[in-house]
């Protein structure tokens, strides 16, 4: 191949890549919408696609993480598409772990299964669409290779915040009122407290497209 060639080949690899990401994001937010469903309706069929979509989360993340170790071994990439592909692979960390807390959701709702709610959850729900947003948002992000959408992830982080505060005191209250929910309300703790760390992870891609963009670094606290 001349050189022009090598180069297209080399720009074809690098879309199929962001692709690749993107497809993944999907999927994660599949994953995420499917758990809190099944929770839920305690429906188990829906514990098994989240388990499928888990699985597939898996595959995209070695793929990716496979062609974007070669891409910088074998095109020596200059400084902006080294930082593409170095934002890829850290992507895909983030949405691997947005697939395990689905499957961490799908956990709850299986402990739970064969018993009804305590409540209608409405909270949860909401909670989640709105952190199902965010990650949408921040691989919408990437894919524009737009830093300045990072300000509305942020908003939405400050409302996932908020949701998560309103609804622990109200379980909390609902177990203060009658010990027979401690078990159950325990477990909606955890459901809304997964909630939150994919919300933080999607803070995360929308500051590694930041670096991906202008080279700076911006600081989140992220707990892993």
């Known amino acids: 191949m001349n050189a022009e060639e090598v180069r297209k080949s080399y720009t074809e690899k690098l879309n199929e890549l962001k692709n690749e990401v993107e497809e993944m994001g999907r999927i994660?937010?599949?994953?995420?919408?499917?758990?809190?469903d099944s929770l839920v309706e305690l429906d188990e069929?829906?514990?098994?696609?989240?388990?499928?979509?888990?699985?597939q989360i898996y595959r995209y993340d070695r793929?990716?993480?496979?062609k974007g170790l070669n891409l910088i071994a074998l095109q020596a990439p200059v400084a902006s598409d080294l930082r593409m592909i170095?934002?890829?692979?850290?992507?895909?960390t983030d949405l691997d772990r947005i697939g395990r807390y689905s499957k961490d959701i799908t956990k709850v709702t299986k402990r739970l299964?064969?018993?009804p709610h305590m409540k209608k959850l409405i909270s949860i729900p909401n909670m989640a669409e709105l952190t199902i947003e965010m990650v949408d948002l921040s691989v919408k992000a990437f894919m524009k290779e737009d830093e300045d959408m990072i300000d509305e992830?942020?908003?939405?982080e400050e409302k996932v915040d908020a949701y998560y505060d309103e609804t622990f005191r109200e379980i909390l209250t609902y177990m203060m009122e009658d010990s027979n929910n401690i078990t159950k309300g325990t477990q909606y703790v955890l459901v809304i407290r997964y909630l939150e760390r994919i919300a933080?992870?999607?803070c995360n891609i929308a500051e590694r497209v930041v670096y991906m963009e202008t080279g700076e670094r911006?600081?989140?606290e992220l707990e892993s």
């Open 45 to 55: 069929e829906k514990i098994k696609k989240v388990e499928e979509l888990d699985r």
């Open 86 to 92: 170095g934002t890829c692979l850290k992507i895909i």
């Open 200 to 202: 933080d992870h999607a």
């Open 153 to 156: 992830i942020y908003e939405k």
């Open 113 to 115: 299964t064969g018993e």
């Open 28 to 36: 994660s937010t599949d994953a995420i919408s499917l758990a809190i």
């Open 218 to 220: 911006v600081e989140h």
């Open 63 to 66: 793929d990716i993480e496979e």
